[in-house]
């Protein structure tokens, strides 16, 4: 992906940013899979009392869950916009989040070795290197730290589902959300992850039923959305 075409990411995010709020809004299926998010975390790891950093935080969706039990959060995210509305809704919810613009790989060296978890969901899919976000999420955790990936297997059922779907036929996501060619498929982010310092503790999938607007885990079927959860081994 060109710098251009990730500006125009951040710019689409930016447009859209009053919204993150609106449960009826475009970002709708993220409240509605973000207990599944929380659960997914929170089963593999404690979190409350933790440094948890999240990653392409959006407007707070995940932030906020994380925050809600106990975890000492901060949140990365470079939508100027987007952290102005996770901000103002901290007015609203009463927890205390650490919200900045920055990116991972600024923030991984002002503090390596800092969080004890990492989240990095649904971010993976919108960049134009995630192997530099993977390894700068690794550089900010402490040694036996935890991180949590989430993207889109660039399958054919990801892309009729993901895209076609979501986006056009149940416009439950924003038109121009996702581009498939930046999917990416388990065995390639296994790969990468095999080269690192970290042992692979778990992977999943995740289901979506548009119908009662509900999502569950599935450990079988990762042909569109999965977890990865890795613990980081050394530095």
């Not at 075409?5 to 709020?21: L, R, V």
């Not at 707070?60 to 509305?85: F, H, M, R, Y």
């Not at 990492?118 to 134009?128: S, Y």
Request: hydrophobic share 40%.
């Amino acid at each position: 992906m060109s710098a251009n075409h990730y500006d125009h990411e951040i710019e689409q995010f930016d447009s859209q940013a009053a919204f993150w709020w609106d449960l009826q809004g475009p970002f709708k299926t993220l409240h509605q899979i973000n207990p599944v998010r929380l659960k997914y975390i929170t089963d593999q790891v404690r979190i409350d009392d933790q440094s948890v950093l999240d990653v392409g935080c959006g407007g707070g969706i995940l932030s906020e869950a994380l925050a809600s039990t106990g975890a000492e959060v901060t949140g990365l995210d470079l939508s100027k916009a987007s952290l102005q509305t996770a901000k103002l809704h901290l007015h609203e919810s009463g927890l205390k989040i650490n919200y900045q613009q920055q990116s991972i790989e600024l923030f991984a060296d002002e503090n390596p070795g800092s969080q004890d978890v990492v989240c990095c969901l649904e971010m993976l899919e919108h960049v134009p290197d995630p192997e530099s976000i993977i390894d700068a999420c690794l550089k900010a955790l402490k040694p036996g730290g935890w991180l949590f990936l989430s993207t889109l297997n660039r399958t054919p059922k990801a892309m009729m589902l993901g895209i076609f779907a979501a986006e056009h036929v149940l416009k439950i996501v924003p038109k121009g959300t996702h581009h498939f060619e930046q999917f990416i498929k388990p065995s390639e982010l296994v790969k990468v992850l095999n080269n690192k310092a970290v042992r692979i503790e778990d992977i999943s999938g995740m289901r979506y039923n548009p119908i009662t607007q509900s999502a569950s885990l599935d450990k079988q079927d990762l042909d569109i959305n999965y977890f990865i959860a890795v613990q980081k081994t050394n530095d």
